[in-house]
């Protein structure tokens, strides 16, 4: 069946800009994750949805990063006002439920001038 | 989560199997071992994963000590599109997210 999708694979913005990321997670799939991989990095945990409880949002670095999951499906990655620090690969992950075993997307590649 | 310890680097020639080794001697009871791997820029693979017998599926076995201290994820024949960078994981049920590593850079050369 279909895998975690993104949106957009590719992303260029100018630092100060708004930019918002998307995640198509697995059809059926409670669980959803946001990660991001800066270049020759590891992957950093940014924020953990699961069902209609409240968001784990322990990992997000600023105020100025936030995310949203709409009816339990599709989540949308907000970062505002853009750093060149922000500059990474945002990946998306999914599970059937919480604490199983966690699909990721393509993930998109963000670079702030 | 435990911290596991894994080979920088390693090479495997195609055809043959590739083990990939991961100490992770602080493991505890409920803590599961995951398997990942990532080709270039390219979101991470879901391989393997097991507790404490040993699991294999279409991609790979993993063999898990008795004592559960470590761990090696055994492809069987390994191909040039195998070469990727494997994470070794391990996860507690109470944990939401993973924490990856440094891995194991694994090229398989002809």
């Known amino acids: 069946g279909a895998g975690v999708s993104q949106s957009p694979s590719n992303k260029v913005t100018e630092k100060g800009k708004d930019v918002e990321l998307r995640c198509d997670p697995i059809?059926?799939?409670?669980?959803l994750y946001w990660y991001r991989q800066s270049l020759g990095q590891g992957l950093e945990f940014l924020i953990y949805?699961?069902?209609?409880?409240?968001?784990?949002k322990s990992g997000l670095p600023s105020d100025r990063f936030s995310a949203e999951r709409t009816g339990g499906s599709v989540s949308t990655l907000t970062i505002q006002r853009t750093q060149q620090e922000d500059s990474a690969v945002y990946l998306c992950?999914?599970?059937?439920?919480?604490?199983?075993?966690?699909?990721f997307g393509p993930g998109t590649r963000l670079l702030v001038l | 989560d435990a911290k596991t310890t894994q080979p920088t680097s390693m090479d495997c020639a195609e055809g043959r199997a590739a083990n990939l080794p991961c100490n992770h001697s602080?493991?505890?009871?409920?803590?599961?071992v995951y398997w990942y791997r990532q080709i270039h820029s390219q979101g991470p693979q879901y391989i393997i994963h097991?507790?404490?017998n040993n699991e294999t599926n279409e991609m790979a076995s993993l063999i898990i000590t008795e004592d559960r201290k470590s761990s090696t994820l055994i492809l069987p024949h390994a191909t040039l599109r195998d070469s990727a960078v494997y994470y070794c994981?391990?996860?507690?049920?109470?944990?939401?997210?993973?924490?990856f590593g440094g891995g194991t850079r694994l090229m398989v050369k002809p």
């Open positions: 949805f699961q069902g209609n409880s409240a968001p784990d």
């Open positions: 992950a999914s599970s059937l439920r919480a604490r199983e075993t966690q699909y």
């Open positions: 097991g507790l404490k």
């Open positions: 994981i391990v996860r507690s049920n109470a944990g939401n997210m993973l924490t």
């Open positions: 059809s059926g799939h409670t669980a």
């Open positions: 602080t493991i505890s009871g409920n803590e599961y």
